[in-house]
């Protein structure tokens, strides 16, 4: 698999505020995926990037894969308490996706 | 309702019992996969079964055992393991475009 390392590891956020989480990797990537987790939960898919410089959006979730495809992000505009969980960001070959560490993202109301 | 059913949910086991996490996809997915999440750990892939072939095996230990008797079936058979293998262990299924659809997961507890 293809190794991506993700930062921030925790994130304290008031809600309101905006959040962002960040993946890396030294080599390039053929694509990226980007995982949610509640609490107690289990990973549920948000979205796969495959082009270079590729930009997509869920509602507050903006999505970016970087022109080299080495890097990703995805930020949260205006967070809510419902935001709270780990996103992991993944990527690798056929079948064979590795996952980052996860950014657990904390909501202070 | 995630199309990926797991059971059981939560599982007590001693060190020298002989147990089985079941998997079953309702997704029509070619690939299935075991993954090992720990408390202080990033996701561990354990096994992948594409079309019912294991084609990924990660250095996991023998005392795990998987089967794919079908595309939709997935176990992993569990004996004589050791408390560091207490975890929730994921299964989860994939089509060809290559995400993964997690089940809820079996919390495993060894004694």
């Known amino acids: 698999g293809q190794q991506v390392m993700q930062i921030p590891q925790y994130q304290h956020v008031q809600e309101g505020e905006d959040f962002t989480t960040y993946c890396n990797s030294s080599?390039?990537?053929?694509?990226i995926q980007w995982y949610k987790q509640r609490p107690g939960g289990h990973p549920v898919f948000l979205i796969q990037?495959?082009?270079?410089?590729e930009v997509k959006k869920q509602k507050r979730l903006t999505f970016q894969f970087g022109e080299a495809k080495k890097n990703s992000s995805l930020h949260i505009t205006a967070t809510q308490t419902t935001d709270v969980g780990t996103y992991f960001c993944?990527?690798?070959?056929?079948?064979?996706?590795?996952f980052g560490r996860g950014t657990s993202l904390i909501v202070h109301p | 309702e995630t199309g990926v059913t797991q059971t059981p949910r939560h599982l007590v086991m001693g060190m020298t019992n002989k147990k089985s996490l079941k998997c079953e996809q309702h997704l029509g997915h070619n690939a299935m996969y075991w993954y090992k999440q720990s408390a202080k750990k990033p996701l561990e892939l354990m096994f992948v079964?594409?079309?019912?072939?294991?084609?990924e095996n990660n250095s996991v230990p023998s005392r795990f055992s998987p089967e794919c008797p079908n595309s939709s079936h997935l176990f992993l058979h569990l004996h004589t393991l050791q408390p560091e293998d207490s975890a929730l262990y994921l299964c989860a299924s994939s089509p060809q475009t290559g995400e993964l659809f997690f089940g809820e997961g079996s919390r495993l507890t060894v004694l």
């Open positions: 079964y594409s079309l019912e072939e294991r084609v």
């Open positions: 990037l495959v082009k270079s410089g």
């Open positions: 993944a990527s690798g070959g056929s079948y064979i996706p590795t």
């Open positions: 080599t390039t990537l053929s694509n």
